[in-house]
Every structure is written in structure tokens, then in C-alpha cells.
């Protein structure tokens, strides 16, 4: 939760220091009868803006409410990598109808932007990628939006839901480049835009409840905040199954192996789990969220950093569960991520001045490389002395996030288990050995036998082709491999025609290639049409798969000119961007095309849903 | 075939390894392809047949077999190459080049082979073509170092009699070449030679001696110079034993149809002692090599590979059937065969002058593996000996290492770099381990069932004990050790000898001559270290007390009738 302070929110110090105090103690349901409160205070009063308690509420005040009644009809647009966003937008929609609203809901990419002059409610949920970039399905509408071409949309109200980790620089810059620009095009807001963290699901439901009680408000200006309350009772989640990612499944570890031979300077675990019982199900190319559990190691050391006691009593989330701290640190809160929201809500713990000093906002850019690659004990250590009671401090922290992988086997192929790929990390930074959380936790820390806290993330925009003939190019390397075990297995399973073309790379071919023998059984068998590999350590000079991609241009033209369909998985700052490039190279090459029809090309193909990307 | 044969070679359908040289081309096969694929570091079985007759073998570490299979890994996939070195001469300059190679493409070692080549472990499939070509810039090959020819010519690296061993041993690179694989196929694939192909049809005579699908089984000569039998030289399907009257070479005894491979549990296969059969002039080797050679090729039983051997043809038709077949073909006859004698088959170690006054230095290697230890750096003292010497390297039968033609001038600073490094005439062992002989078995023989290399020293620690107590330390009695029944290390021919059955067990063999002229009998059938040291200990001691003067172990062990002696191959499973 936010901070708030006199820069990023209306109040006085005094209003700002009682609210920050209250805030983080009230239950759901408290918060959610604020906000009806507050919301019904508004009707009354039109003066007075939102204010809604979870969400991290966007600076920019609501639309006053008095408006004459307007139409019924909603536009739901979507922008997603991982199928968060649509997933939300799904849910909301139904929400939306239930209320006897009729919705369009598309992804970005399948809206035609000239329709935009016709809408009258707007509905956006998109997620923030990378260095601010807006996921693959969002890029054209943005673009769009941001060009000359974009309309006038004085009769446009519109909301915002904008997905996001504030351990990112860029924090939801996506969803707030949309919401800007919408206002400066002329649309009024509807409800303010609602940045979500990590940990999205309850602002979510914030937003949704404050977008919904806004139409009733225009609808019917004097209906009031109760009814919104049933609405937010439940959180999105899996429809499926009992499972989501609010209640995981507990799946059993069936098999938990090293994928890299020895003498690898890397290692990538291979694990096998039960699904026996969960009704859990899944596509390929979806994926898996897992809950890991902290280092123990780096919990005691900031304990003991703190001088805390482990079994102290905390809170463990706001619905008021509690327990010890020791459990508190292992299961349900981050401490190897620090964000700027964090660091400005340690402050009031901190004795000393210099952590005061360096969120001084002449010194962001030190701030922003001091938070680079360090963690909670990193903060201890630096700013001390501290007077921080566990119980409280705590409450700053952001809960533990679930690590999403993408899923390496078919349901079909193997009912009841999913299998994932995970690549153990671990580096040296600011003098001291780092753990990837949830990469380590599996890598060192569980065995078969033991259990998992899992659910299924699913993925429309990482899908086989509808139809089994089509051909597939699959270009993953390193762990960016594992969903396409999931797509051959699958179209093993189904008996499936269409030809496939896997492009593989890792650094050296004796330890790193993953899962060498299933693809050597699936090209024996024929599931495997073809199979292209670079190890970039093995050879003088460093190979990748974006080079046997150039290297195989002619071959690889004739295929999407065939009707091809294109998957890219991994790497996503720079493996991603190189094949971009080269496919680029090789439909401008073997097409005859301009640089410009090239990119167009492969806009019309991702338009087609013929290039899908899950790059992280 | 020009020869009318004598007697109808032995029937039954070609096994496969003869469909696969018949479509081979020559030896070519897909090898070109199938060496570029890229998603295995392997081959296909049929290209691996025919690899070996390139000189390589594809094996993998069979102590990560299971563990990679379980990481859906293939096996750690790499190939053995093994270079001709014809009676295990190589130059200074040679011996740098193969311990470059060995460091870049290899796993850090060479072997020295009981049959005096190089041998080069760990060498990645991408690695193979380069690591040829760069063998072949330094003047070696590794054609024919392996499949069904003529292997690597052994000769005795006699440094006693200089003028003898360089004759003996000009012989034994002259059968060599004469015996070498006519192919193009060696060039094309490792050597970028231009290929010709299409012209091929137009020349049945591309292997003039060989034929189109070579021998039906590898075929090994040897050549020994008296007092010394260190090449084994019953053990081969045909040796040479060098007859020297007035210190000068008159000319060989010729033996034919030994050989020590078998299968374990098939009592049709069993090593055999070759047997003299006369004597010929020098210049009348080469022709008796070739005619040889051939009869092996027309008789020789192609359907069943483990029958295969010169040694079961002999021992099927006979000897008298072989001599008339030979005669007929060199159209003329050997001589009477001369007296030899022949005092031993060891190495004998350290400092010796040789009758051109240069020097020679023995150096014991444990197994006849190069490498860094800690604390006894062997590789790199002999690359820093490589660096100034200016004779030669010869790898000795018993896969020990001498240090030749050290002219007197480098002979001080040779002594300073060989006491530097620790380099050792293993004056500190027993004689028993310094007589002790093991293959390379695990982990990368893909034919090995137990240990050999990495244990046999092992073995030894704990019977140097025995020996020790028993007052045998100074007392030479051959040991040998092989992980399978195939006899790299001439197992059958150890005053004791383990061939490995099972992890941790092997049959034990007891009884073989001395000098190398008596096969030995099976003793006990799989067991392991504690029954081999029971069994042993009491043995050794009764010989320490009850030998008679200069009665080596061997001989003992029949005289005090813990084992019959074996008379014959033929004879080596009765009981």
C-alpha cells in the first residue's frame, strides 16, 4: 500500500500521518465500508474526490458525478502478456452484464482504433512490461493513440486498471501513458486509473466496484454504495477449479531433477507435479504460479539484523491472520525486492536521517541505484539505528509474490500433473550471495514428496493454432524451451499433422541442452519436423538462435508463407528483441520487402495471432 | 579373388558388421553427414562401425550414463582416438603436438596402448576433424588404428642393440604402409581431400589387398627381438621373431594364429598362443605379411564376429593347410625355422646406453596413462623433456615410455628435467607392480564390465603388502588386469591375471609362462577383492618359501598344482 504523503496525495501532513496510521489496520470489509461510505458522502457532496483505501489511487481526482444518465453500452479493452489483464477483463465483464450493461470486450490488437469515435464507455486493463513497453497485444493501440491519427474523443468516459511490480522503474507506465492520453484526447474519467502491484487482487476488486458504482451513480444517482459490497465480495480468480491463485493447491512433488549435466555452470531444475485431486487443468502454452518460501538464511540474518524475535506474533496479511515472525518472513512477505514505496514507508522506523536523505527528491537517481539488486537486509544494515517493532514493520512490507513458469508438459499427454522448468539463480552482488526466491527455493529446497503451493495462470495469447495442420516454429532457448515440450507433447497426443520447426540455444551442448533426449525421440518419431540448435560457449565466436534463424532464412520465409505460426518464449530484453530483428531480416530478405512492409508483415501476423510471444 | 580356395571358407549369412563395410563405399558410409548433425554428439552405429577404421572410437563416460539419463541428457557422448605409431616411435615434436591435442580437444591425458600407440580419450565429435587433420600436419595417422585391418605393427624398442631396432623397427613401419588402407575416404572426410567418388566404380583395386569389405575381423602383427618377448609375440595373429646372428639381423621366425579375446561363457572362443611355423629372409617379410593377410581374408568367418579371428581359421583348417596355402600364394617356402631364446616380456627400466652411444632412459608409467598428478607432474616434465630433446619417444609394449637416442650432450640437462619432475624408472615399486599391465576400462570403454586402469593400482597397494611380508618385493611376476575378455592387456598371458565379470569381480587366471610361451587356467570364477587376497596371500608366501632357484610364479603355481598348464588354446577351457 501507498504511503501517503503531501506529494502524492491531497492531504496535510497531519490528515496524511492519521490516514497512514489507519489505513493499514482495517480489514477488507472495513475498507470496503470506508469506501461505500466515503463514495455515498461524495454523492451528496460532488465536490469531494474518491478516495478508496487499498488501490493505489492515480493523483488525478474522478469526474465530478453529476452528469445527465448515459448509455449502457461498455467497451472492455485488453492489453496482455501473461493473460492477467484478460482475465480481469473477463470477469469484469461478466460483472458488467450481470448489471444488464452490454460489453464488447476484445484485446487490443483485434479492436479496429477508427471504431474508437463510437465509444462511449471505455474500460482499460493493461499491464506495463519491461522498461515501460506495453505487452505485444497493446503496442498497435498505443501506438495509435500516441499518433496523429488518434480522434477527438470529447464524448468518451473511460477507467483505467493499470498491472504492474513498483520494483520496476517504469511502475504501470503503460496503463498511465493510456489514461493520460485518453484525458488529453478529450475523455472525461469515469472512475481514477488504479496502479496494482504484485499483488493485484484486491485493488483490482477496488477498481472494479468503483468503476461499477460510477455507471449506477450516472445511471441512477441515487443508488448507493451497499450494493457494491456483494460485488467485491469475491476476487476474480479461476473459474476451473476451487484452486486459483487466491487459494493454491498444495501439489505434491512427483519428481524434481537437474536438467544440466555436470561441469554446467548452471542449473536448471526439472520438476513434476500432482494435480491428482485439484481439478486443476490446463493448455499448452499456459502458465504456473508457485508460492515459494524465503532463505532461511536471509530471514535469520535480518532478524537478527533487526534484533527481533522469531516467534513474535505479526500479522501475516491484512485480513488479520496471524502467527510467528519466523512464518511471517518464510511464506507471506517480500524481503528481497525493495521499492521505492517501501523505502519511503521505512522512514518513519529509521533513527537516522540518511534514508530520509536519500528519498530527497534531488537524489532519485541514487535512490533508484541503491534500490538496484539489493534486499531488506541490505536496508537494515545501511540505515540503522532502527526503531521499528516487528508487528508494524511488517505491515510495509509487499506480500510474497507468486513466481509464474511457463508449463512444460501437455494435460492431455500426462492427466493429473504439470511439469515446469526453473532455472536456479543465484549471483554475487553488493558483496554478498544472492537467491532467486522461488529458483532456489525449488533448486535446493524441496524434494519429492514434498508440496507445492500452485495454480494455474492461463495464457490466450501463448496457444497452439486451432487447427493441428498448421506448421509451428517454436524458437526458445534456455528455459524458454519449456513450453514447447508442452506444444509437442500435446500435438503428439492429439495426433496432430502440422509440421514443427524447434530453434534451441544454451552456452555448451554437452551440459546445457535441455531435455535433449525428448526432442531427439520427438524428431525420430516425426512429432519433431525439424530441429535447429546454437550453443553459443561451444564455438570462438558466440552463436545464437537468432543467427541459425538468419542462417535458414529461405527455408523459414517458405514456412510463414505456408501459413506458419510463430512462438517466441524467454528472454525478453534481449533474445526477444534479437529474433524480432531477425525475422524481420528474413521477411524483408526473402520477401523482397521493405523494412517498413517487413514490420508490417509481422504486425499482420500478430494481428493473425500468428506471432505469440511469452518473453519474460 | 585370384586364388582358387583350398577349402570351402566356413558358411552362415554375413553378420552385420560385413553389410555395413559392403555398403560402406569404402568406408565412407554417412560419416560426413552424421559427424555434422548437431543435436547429438553421437553417431549412428552404423557410422561408429565404420569410424574405427578411421581410428576412433565413440564411447561415452559411463559413470554419468545413469545420472544423464535420468536429465534426459544423452550420454556424455566423445570419441577415443588412437594414432599409429608403428613399434611406438614418435619424434619430439610429435610427442608435443599429441600432448597439445590432448589438452585442447582431449580430456588432459594420453595413454600409451599395450600395443604401442597413442591413445587420446574425451574428444568431442565437433572437435574430431580438427584434432585428425592436426594429427596427420605432424606426420601421424590414425587410419587403421582400429576395425578389421591390419592394427598398429609392433616392434621391440630394444634400446640394448640399437642397430638391430632400427632395422627391426624400419620392418615394422614398412609392413605398416604396406598394410595401410587404400581408401580416399580418410581424406575426404577428415582432410578436405577432394572427392572421388563417381571414379570408384571404374577401380575395383582401391584396396588391393583388402577387397571391399576388409578383413572379418582386426588383425594384429607383432615383432620381437630376443632376448626381450615384451611384444607378446605369441599373442599375435602373426609375429615376427627377429633371428640375430653375429649382431646382425639374418631374418624372422614366423608365427602364426594367436590371438587372446574370447566371450565369457562361450567355450568356442579362447585366447591361442601363435605357433613358429618357419623362417623367412627380411626381404621376404613384407610378402609374407600380405599373403597372410589375405588367407585370413578369403577364410576368415564373416558370419559370426567372435569366431572371426586368424586364430580360429588356423585352428579349423590347421596349420599344415595354412603352410600350403601360404606356400601356394608366395609361390615359394619358408625356411626351417632358427633357435631363439627369449628370457622374458617385461621392460627393463632407468639409464641404459645404447651400441650407438646415445642414451636411453625407461621410465615406468603406472597403466601407461600420461597425466598431472598432484605431486607428480609426469605430463608436463615430458613436454618440458619434448621441448630440447632431440632423439625420439617409443612407447613400449608394457605401456611404459622410453626416452631414446639422447645424444650425451642433452643427456645432463635431460637427467635435471627427469629428476625435476619426480619422472620415475618406479625403481620405488615393487617389481610386481613395474610387471603389471591394465586396459582403460571404465568409465569410458563401452565393452568394459569392471574396473581396470583405476583399480588395478589399488590392488597392488594391498598386495605390495603380501609381497612385502613374503620377501618378494625385487621378484618381477607378470600381473594383468582387463574389465572384459577381449585381452587389451594380454591378460592370458599373466603369471596372474583378473578379467573382469561384474563390478567388483573377476575370473582369475594363474600359470602363463614367464616369457610370454604359456597361455594361463582359470583359477577361481568372479570374485572380488577379499577372496583375491585370501586366495593370494597364503600362494605367495608358500612361493617365497618353496621356489627353486630362478622358478618364476607362473611355473610354480602348475608345479605345486594349484592350476594344470594349458598346452594349447584349444585346450585353455578343458578342466
Known amino acids: 500500500m501507498l504511503q501517503l504523503q503531501v506529494t502524492n496525495s491531497p492531504f496535510t501532513p497531519e490528515q496524511a500521518e ?66 492477467n489483464c484478460q482475465r480481469l477483463a473477463g470477469s469484469l465483464s461478466r460483472k458488467l452484464e450481470e448489471q444488464g450493461f452490454q460489453v464488447t470486450q476484445s484485446s487490443m490488437n483485434s479492436f479496429k482504433p477508427n471504431g474508437l469515435k463510437k465509444v462511449e464507455n471505455l474500460l482499460i486493463l493493461v499491464s506495463t512490461h519491461g522498461e515501460g513497453d506495453p505487452p505485444d497485444n497493446a503496442r498497435a493501440f498505443h501506438e495509435f493513440l500516441y499518433s496523429k491519427r488518434a480522434p477527438g474523443l470529447e464524448h468518451l468516459r473511460f477507467s483505467v486498471l493499470a498491472l504492474g511490480d513498483t520494483s520496476y522503474e517504469f511502475f504501470c507506465q503503460t496503463g498511465k501513458d493510456f489514461d493520460q492520453r485518453l484525458e488529453e484526447l478529450g475523455g472525461q474519467r469515469l472512475y481514477p486509473r488504479v496502479d496494482c502491484d504484485l499483488d493485484y487482487d484486491e485493488p483490482v476488486a477496488e477498481w472494479i466496484e468503483g468503476v461499477l458504482q460510477s455507471f449506477q451513480e450516472r445511471l441512477n444517482p441515487s443508488a448507493i454504495a451497499t450494493e457494491a459490497v456483494k460485488a467485491a465480495d469475491k476476487a476474480p480468480g479461476q473459474e476451473t477449479s476451487e484452486y486459483s491463485r487466491s487459494n493454491p493447491f498444495q501439489a505434491e512433488i512427483l519428481e524434481n531433477i537437474n536438467l544440466n549435466g555436470r561441469g554446467s555452470d548452471r542449473e536448471t531444475r526439472h520438476l513434476e507435479l500432482s494435480l491428482a485431486g485439484s481439478n486443476l487443468q490446463f493448455e499448452p502454452g499456459d502458465s504456473l504460479g508457485v508460492y515459494p518460501e524465503n532463505h532461511p538464511q536471509l530471514i535469520d540474518e535480518i532478524i537478527a539484523a533487526f534484533g527481533w524475535n522469531p516467534e513474535e506474533k505479526v500479522p501475516f496479511n491484512k485480513k488479520g491472520d496471524e502467527g510467528s515472525l519466523l512464518d511471517a518472513l518464510k511464506y ?252 524481420i531480416t528474413v521477411i524483408q530478405q526473402e520477401g523482397g520487402l521493405s523494412p517498413e512492409d517487413a514490420g508490417a508483415y509481422l504486425e499482420q501476423m500478430q494481428q493473425e495471432q500468428r506471432y505469440q510471444r511469452d518473453v519474460y | 579373388m585370384a586364388n582358387k580356395l583350398s577349402v570351402t571358407p566356413i558358411g552362415g549369412p554375413p553378420s552385420d558388421v560385413e553389410h555395413i563395410k559392403s ?16 543435436i547429438t554428439g553421437g553417431l549412428p552405429e552404423d557410422d561408429n562401425r565404420l569410424l574405427k577404421f578411421h581410428g576412433s572410437y565413440m564411447q561415452d563416460d559411463r559413470d554419468l550414463r545413469n545420472e544423464r539419463e535420468r536429465q534426459k541428457l544423452e550420454p556424455a557422448y566423445q570419441f577415443m582416438l588412437r594414432v599409429v605409431a608403428p613399434g611406438g616411435v614418435a619424434t619430439s615434436a610429435q610427442w608435443l603436438e599429441m600432448d597439445r591435442l590432448a589438452q585442447l580437444y582431449g580430456n588432459g591425458t594420453l595413454r600409451i596402448t599395450t600395443r604401442q600407440a597413442f591413445q587420446m580419450h574425451g574428444v568431442l565429435k565437433w572437435n574430431l576433424k580438427k584434432t585428425i587433420k592436426s594429427i596427420n600436419d605432424s606426420l601421424m595417422t590414425t587410419l587403421a588404428a582400429c576395425g578389421d585391418v591390419n592394427r598398429n605393427v609392433m616392434s621391440n624398442p630394444n634400446p640394448y642393440q640399437s642397430d638391430v631396432h632400427g632395422e627391426v623397427y624400419e620392418w615394422a613401419r614398412r609392413i605398416s604402409d604396406h598394410l595401410s588402407p587404400r581408401t580416399p575416404a580418410y581424406h575426404e572426410i577428415w582432410l578436405d581431400g577432394e572427392k572421388v567418388v563417381d571414379s570408384l566404380a571404374d577401380q575395383p583395386e582401391v584396396e588391393p589387398i583388402y577387397g571391399p569389405v576388409y578383413l572379418p575381423r582386426k588383425f594384429k602383427i607383432g615383432l620381437a627381438v630376443p632376448p626381450s618377448n615384451d611384444v607378446d609375440v605369441f599373442s599375435q595373429d602373426l609375429g615376427f621373431i627377429a633371428i640375430i646372428e653375429d649382431n646382425k639381423l639374418v631374418g624372422f621366425n614366423v608365427t602364426v594364429g594367436g590371438g587372446m579375446g574370447m566371450t565369457h561363457g562361450d567355450t568356442n572362443t579362447y585366447p591361442q598362443l601363435g605357433r613358429v611355423i618357419g623362417f623367412c629372409k627380411p626381404e621376404q617379410l613384407i610378402d609374407v605379411a600380405e599373403k597372410t593377410v589375405t588367407i585370413q581374408r578369403d577364410y576368415g568367418n564373416r558370419s559370426v564376429r567372435k569366431n572371426a579371428r586368424f586364430k580360429y581359421t588356423i585352428d579349423r583348417h590347421g596349420i599344415e593347410w595354412f603352410t600350403e596355402e601360404l606356400y601356394d600364394r608366395l609361390g615359394w617356402q619358408l625356411e626351417a625355422a632358427r633357435d631363439f631364446y627369449f628370457e622374458h616380456n617385461g621392460d627393463r627400466y632407468g639409464w641404459i646406453k645404447g651400441s650407438n652411444g646415445r642414451w636411453n632412459l625407461t621410465l615406468y608409467v603406472q597403466s601407461g596413462r600420461i597425466h598431472d598428478q598432484e605431486g607428480y607432474e609426469l605430463m608436463t616434465g615430458l613436454r618440458e623433456i619434448a621441448k630440447i630433446h632431440t632423439g625420439d619417444f617409443r612407447l613400449t609394449p608394457n605401456q611404459n615410455l622410453i626416452i631414446a637416442n639422447i645424444t650425451t650432450a642433452k643427456k645432463r640437462k635431460i637427467m635435471e628435467l627427469a629428476q625435476q619432475y619426480g619422472l620415475t624408472d618406479g625403481a620405488h615399486h615393487s617389481a610386481l607392480r613395474r610387471s603389471s599391465l591394465s586396459c582403460v576400462a571404465l568409465p569410458t570403454c563401452g565393452l568394459a564390465m569392471a574396473e581396470a586402469e583405476r583399480y588395478l593400482p589399488l590392488l597392488l597397494d594391498k598386495l605390495e603388502l603380501v609381497i612385502d611380508e613374503a620377501g618378494l618385493r625385487d621378484k618381477e611376476i607378470v600381473i594383468r588386469m582387463t574389465g572384459c575378455p577381449n585381452g587389451c592387456a594380454r591378460p592370458a598371458l599373466g603369471e596372474i591375471s583378473f578379467i573382469g565379470k561384474s563390478p567388483g569381480k573377476y575370473n582369475m587366471y594363474l600359470g602363463a609362462g614367464f616369457t610370454g610361451d604359456r597361455l594361463n587356467k582359470i583359477y577361481r570364477e568372479n570374485i572380488g577383492e577379499d577372496e583375491i587376497l585370501s586366495l593370494l596371500t597364503p600362494m605367495l608366501h608358500h612361493y617365497a618359501k618353496e621356489r627353486q632357484s630362478g622358478e618364476h610364479f607362473g611355473d610354480f603355481v602348475i608345479r605345486a598344482g594349484y592350476v594344470k598348464a594349458v598346452t594349447s588354446g584349444l585346450n585353455f577351457h578343458n578342466v
Not at chain 1, 477488507?28 to 478516495?51: N, R
Not at chain 1, 452528469?67 to 493473460?83: C, H, K, M, N, Y
Not at chain 2, 558410409?29 to 555434422?36: C, I, M, P, R, S
Open chain 1, 18 to 83: 492519521l490516514l497512514n496510521r489507519l489505513l493499514p489496520t482495517l480489514t477488507p470489509s472495513q475498507q470496503i465500508w470506508l469506501s461505500g461510505y466515503l463514495s455515498a458522502l461524495q454523492a451528496a457532496v460532488p465536490t469531494t474526490a474518491v478516495l478508496s483505501s487499498a488501490p493505489v489511487l492515480a493523483e488525478e481526482s474522478a469526474t465530478p458525478v453529476s452528469q445527465p444518465a448515459i448509455s449502457r453500452e461498455v467497451t472492455v479493452l485488453f492489453g496482455s502478456q501473461t493473460g
Open chain 2, 23 to 38: 555398403e560402406s563405399n569404402y568406408l565412407r558410409g554417412a560419416l560426413v553427414e552424421t559427424l555434422q548433425n548437431p
Open chain 1, 332 to 583: 507471506h512477505y517480500e524481503i528481497t525486492v525493495l521499492t521505492k514505496p517501501l523505502l519511503e514507508q521505512a522512514v518513519q522506523f529509521s533513527n537516522g536521517s540518511q534514508l530520509q536523505e536519500l528519498l530527497s527528491p534531488d537524489r532519485q537517481q541514487e535512490l533508484k541505484e541503491y534500490i538496484h539488486g539489493r534486499d531488506l537486509l541490505d536496508l537494515v544494515q545501511d540505515f540503522g539505528p532502527w526503531q521499528a517493532p516487528a508487528r508494524s514493520f511488517v505491515t510495509i512490507l509487499r506480500k510474497l509474490p507468486a513466481r509464474l513458469y511457463s508449463i512444460a508438459s501437455s494435460y492431455n499427454a500426462n492427466p493429473d500433473e504439470v511439469h515446469f522448468t526453473v532455472r536456479a539463480v543465484r549471483y554475487q552482488i553488493h558483496g554478498r550471495d544472492r537467491y532467486g526466491v522461488c529458483s532456489v527455493h525449488c533448486a535446493e529446497r524441496v524434494q519429492p514428496g514434498d508440496t507445492l503451493p500452485i495454480y494455474i495462470q492461463n495464457n490466450p495469447n501463448f496457444k497452439l493454432p486451432a487447427s493441428g495442420d498448421a506448421p509451428i516454429i517454436m524458437i526458445g532457448p534456455g528455459t524458454g524451451v519449456a513450453p514447447f515440450r508442452s506444444f509437442l507433447e500435446e500435438r503428439e497426443e492429439l495426433g496432430a499433422e502440422g509440421k514443427s520447426w524447434l530453434f534451441y540455444g544454451d552456452r555448451h551442448f554437452v551440459t546445457d541442452f535441455l531435455y535433449q533426449t525428448d526432442w531427439q525421440r520427438m524428431l525420430k518419431d516425426g512429432v519433431l519436423t525439424k530441429l535447429d540448435v546454437a550453443f553459443s560457449r561451444d564455438t570462438e565466436e558466440k552463436v545464437y538462435v537468432q543467427h541459425r534463424l538468419l542462417e535458414k532464412s529461405r527455408e523459414l520465409y517458405q514456412w510463414l508463407q505456408e501459413g506458419a505460426h510463430v512462438y517466441v518464449c524467454g528472454d525478453e530484453k534481449h533474445m526477444a528483441h534479437d529474433v524480432h530483428t531477425a525475422l
